[in-house]
């Protein structure tokens, strides 16, 4: 059963990556082999056996690294079970209720035919990096509103739909 997942994440200030991060570490306490990378550091998707992409949202579109993760390895992912994931709304609203994916994600979904999407809040905190970002911190819009316990549920339950 040693399934190898790779977990590729597109982050500007850390945030999708500390999301990849922990979902790797249930999936790897759920006895498998996991890697959690940036998108843009991938040389190929073909050596894991099932794959995990997210994104933080920007302007109401995935991270540029994830966009392009999933086009250019688009045919090794389409030929794997595939999970995507987006991390962003600046308040509770993805704690709350299921939110759609953006459109380019949708597209990427149907195109990959991926297994589910999540979004999950996002975090934006003192020192992030971007004119915008700083400008949403300066109105007072800032924060996180990552839950953990969201994040690594889905996670097990990619871990136990690999391990069956």
């Known amino acids: 059963m040693?399934?190898?997942?790779?977990?590729?994440?597109?982050?500007?200030?850390?945030?999708?990556?500390?999301?990849?991060?922990?979902?790797?570490?249930?999936?790897?306490?759920?006895?498998?082999?996991?890697?959690?990378l940036p998108a843009r550091s991938v040389p190929s998707a073909a050596s894991y056996d099932a794959v995990v992409v997210?994104?933080?949202?920007?302007?109401?579109?995935?991270?540029?690294?994830?966009?392009?993760?999933?086009?250019?390895?688009?045919?090794?992912?389409?030929?794997?079970?595939?999970?995507?994931?987006?991390?962003?709304?600046?308040?509770?609203?993805?704690?709350e209720r299921e939110i759609p994916p953006v459109p380019g994600v949708k597209k990427a979904m149907a195109r990959l035919d991926a297994r589910e999407h999540v979004t999950f809040g996002g975090c934006l905190q003192e020192g992030a990096k971007g004119w915008v970002a700083r400008m949403i911190l300066r109105n007072g819009k800032g924060g996180d509103f990552r839950d953990f316990n969201q994040i690594e549920a889905w996670a097990a339950r990619i871990s136990e739909e690999l391990a069956n």
């Not at 500007?12 to 500390?18: H, L, Q, V, W, Y």
């Not at 090794?76 to 993805?94: H, Q, V």
């Open 54 to 95: 997210g994104g933080g949202l920007y302007a109401g579109r995935w991270h540029k690294d994830a966009r392009r993760f999933v086009r250019r390895h688009g045919k090794a992912l389409a030929e794997r079970p595939l999970w995507l994931f987006s991390s962003g709304p600046l308040d509770p609203s993805a704690s």
């Open 2 to 36: 040693p399934t190898n997942v790779l977990v590729a994440y597109g982050t500007t200030n850390g945030s999708t990556a500390e999301i990849a991060e922990a979902i790797t570490d249930v999936l790897r306490k759920g006895g498998l082999m996991a890697d959690a």
